[in-house]
Structures are given as structure tokens and as C-alpha cells.
């Protein structure tokens, strides 16, 4: 026995420190710092691809689009983590997540959470494996992750911090604030760049150019539903604000009660389509009335990702088990909520396909010389 005890008490050292080591990273900084390592490698890709100077000396080892790949599919396994956590809660597996709740992000529990998480494991996913696919023409795919990711981050960021949860955000919590720069930087990229146009006969874009609104049924149609779109936003704007009104308290409380919910997340949305989609969709209006604004094919897409992600969140959210029962859709009123929630989410899609499928009222005239097999950049 005397033989053995300075080896037992070497190996009880050594499983000690093993344990204090296991601890030390299981405690809130250190899993904030393991998130940062892995996005701030990622920024540093994104920055090498994007730069000149650079650029230039990495595309001697690796093509640029190699790079590009790699990054979207570092983006793609972030967005499987996020379908964990939404399986998780929904009961579907177990034993993934608990911790990371525990210790990370609790609010990642919420119903409205669990519905982001979903939108980011299936269709940030969808996106990032198509974009890769694509790599080479992926403008309009990115600008629809730029959308749904900012509408994403920011409704998640500002939910935490102003309700209940914000007096239980851990550090990991701030991992959040480069993946809420990221977009904002894509987006200022991709915008930057001029967006190629096929080649449309002048006769056509003057044909199409020369007719009014009402000689355009389908522009009309859309037009008025996006003035549809701003009145109910702003109605609902004016509900989270506690508007005195009968009209204001009523819906409150027996159409939409998940608007009251304290979580945050639907109160911050409300505030954010009134402030922001309200005057994105006045321009998209001038865009419909107004021949030549090509900024229409790019910012349509922008838009409807970002109404889309919202909504499917908003919607899930308020249907969803996690949610308290007074907070959620009643059952008789479940039609009509649901019905003007979808359909705030469809208009801004069906325009961007209106303007990516028939593009020649956005686009400026072109010389009637010019061949077919010629391209016109913005």
C-alpha cells in the first residue's frame, strides 16, 4: 500500500486539477470567450476576402471564393446549434442545451426564441447551403440573410435587454452584438456594388415605363396593400404604446394579448415595424409609382426577408405552448389574427418577385443599338 499511495495521491492531483480546469470553462466569461474566438475568426475571414491589399496576397494560397465558402459554412453550423435549441425545447431530443441555458442565454427558453431558432436552423441554413452552391451569384440570396438577420438580431438583442430578462443577462448573452454587425456590414457591401440587369429593349422599358398605375393592375394591387400593411402597422404601434383608445384596448386584449406579453420580444417589434417598416414602405410605394428606380430589386429583397423572419416569429410565438395562456391568440379569434399576420408577411415577398421577374419599369432606358448579348450595370 506504501508503494501505491504517492501514485494514488498523484493521480487524485491530477483528476482535481482536470475537474477545476472543466469547471473554469463551464462558468459564464470563459463561454463568452470560446463564442467570441469562433465568430472573431470568422470576421477575420470575411475581412481577408473582402479586402484589396490583403485580398490580393491570400488568393496566392486560396481562392477568394474558397474563403467565402468556408465562411458561410462556419454560418451554417452556427445555424444548426440554433435548431438544437429549438428541438430541444419543443421536446424533441434532450441533454443539448440545458446548460448553455442555464449558464448562456436563459431567455433562449422563450417561445418567441424557440420560433427564431427555428428560422435560423432551417432557413439561415437553406440560405447559407444554397449561397455556397451559388457562391459565384449569390447577391439576392444575401441580401434576404441580410434582412432576416438584422430583423432577427434586433428584435433578440432589445427584447432581452428591456424585458424580464434583462435582469438575468450573462456574458455570453453579448455574443450577440458582432452577429448583429455582420449584416449591417454584408448589406453596406453588397449595396455598394452595382447590381447586374439583363438587357431589355428600350421599346420595352418605354412601353412599360409610359403606363400609369392604373394601367399596371398588379403594381396597384400591391400598392394598396402595403398601404394596408402601414395602417395596421401603425395601429398596432400605437397598442404597444397604450393608446387610450376603445379601438387600441380591445385588440389589446381580445384579438393579439401576446403584444402584452412582458417578454419583450413582441413589444420591440411593434416599435420597430412603426418606426422603420412604416417608412420603408412608403419608398416602396414612390418605387411603384415612380419608372426607374432600380433600387427597387435590391431593397425588395431586403424587406421581405426581414418581414418574413418577423413575422413567422411573431406569429409562432403567440401560438406557441411556452407561451402563457392569456397571452396567446384566442381560439375564436384565431382566423382573422392569423390570417392579417400571414399576409403582412406575403405582400413584401410577392413584390420582390413582382420586381426580380419583370424588372423593366425599375431600369433606366437602354440605347436602341445595344445587342442582346450586351449587359447593363446600374
Not at 50 to 72: A, D, M, R
Not at 94 to 111: I, N, Q, R, T, V
Request: aromatic share 12%.
Amino acid at each position: 500500500m506504501d508503494y501505491w499511495e504517492p501514485k494514488n495521491m498523484c493521480l487524485c492531483k491530477f483528476n482535481k486539477n482536470i475537474l477545476l480546469t472543466k469547471i473554469s470553462f463551464l462558468r459564464p466569461l470563459p463561454i463568452l470567450g470560446m463564442g467570441m474566438v469562433v465568430l472573431g475568426s470568422l470576421l477575420l475571414i470575411l475581412l481577408i476576402t473582402q479586402g484589396n491589399t490583403i485580398c490580393q496576397t491570400v488568393e496566392l494560397f486560396l481562392p477568394k471564393y474558397l474563403c467565402l465558402s468556408t465562411v458561410f459554412a462556419e454560418f451554417a453550423f452556427i445555424c444548426m446549434v440554433g435548431l438544437t435549441n429549438a428541438l430541444e425545447q419543443d421536446g424533441y431530443i434532450s441533454g443539448f442545451m440545458a446548460f448553455y441555458l442555464k449558464m448562456g442565454e436563459p431567455h433562449l427558453s422563450a417561445a418567441y426564441a424557440v420560433m427564431m431558432s427555428y428560422w435560423e436552423g432551417i432557413v439561415h441554413f437553406i440560405l447559407f447551403i444554397t449561397i455556397i452552391h451559388r457562391i459565384k451569384s449569390y447577391r439576392s440570396l444575401a441580401l434576404l440573410w441580410v434582412g432576416s438577420s438584422i430583423a432577427h438580431q434586433v428584435v433578440h438583442i432589445l427584447g432581452v435587454v428591456i424585458g424580464k430578462y434583462g435582469s438575468n443577462i450573462r456574458p455570453a448573452f453579448w455574443r450577440n452584438a458582432p452577429l448583429l454587425l455582420v449584416p449591417f456590414w454584408a448589406g453596406s457591401v453588397l449595396l455598394s456594388r452595382p447590381r447586374e440587369m439583363p438587357v431589355v429593349t428600350a421599346d420595352k422599358i418605354a412601353a412599360e415605363q409610359r403606363k400609369g398605375l392604373l394601367s399596371r393592375p398588379v403594381d396597384l394591387i400591391l400598392s394598396v396593400l402595403l398601404l394596408g400593411a402601414m395602417a395596421f402597422t401603425v395601429f398596432r404601434g400605437l397598442v404597444v404604446l397604450e393608446c387610450p383608445l376603445d379601438a387600441c384596448f380591445n385588440y389589446i386584449y381580445q384579438f393579439e394579448p401576446y403584444l402584452k406579453d412582458p417578454v419583450g420580444f413582441p413589444r420591440v417589434m411593434m416599435l420597430m415595424y412603426l418606426f422603420y417598416s412604416v417608412p420603408l414602405m412608403v419608398i416602396l410605394i414612390y418605387g411603384l409609382t415612380t419608372p426607374g428606380c432600380g433600387w427597387m430589386l435590391d431593397l425588395t429583397i431586403f424587406f421581405a426577408g426581414a418581414m418574413a423572419q418577423a413575422q413567422w416569429c411573431h406569429i409562432g410565438a403567440s401560438l406557441h405552448s411556452r407561451t402563457p395562456f392569456t397571452y396567446r391568440v384566442p381560439t375564436d379569434k384565431w382566423w382573422p389574427v392569423i390570417s392579417l399576420n400571414v399576409l403582412l408577411a406575403a405582400v413584401p415577398a410577392v413584390l420582390a418577385l413582382r420586381c426580380l421577374t419583370s424588372p423593366a419599369y425599375f431600369m433606366k432606358p437602354v440605347p436602341k443599338g445595344q445587342t442582346n448579348n450586351d449587359k447593363k450595370k446600374k
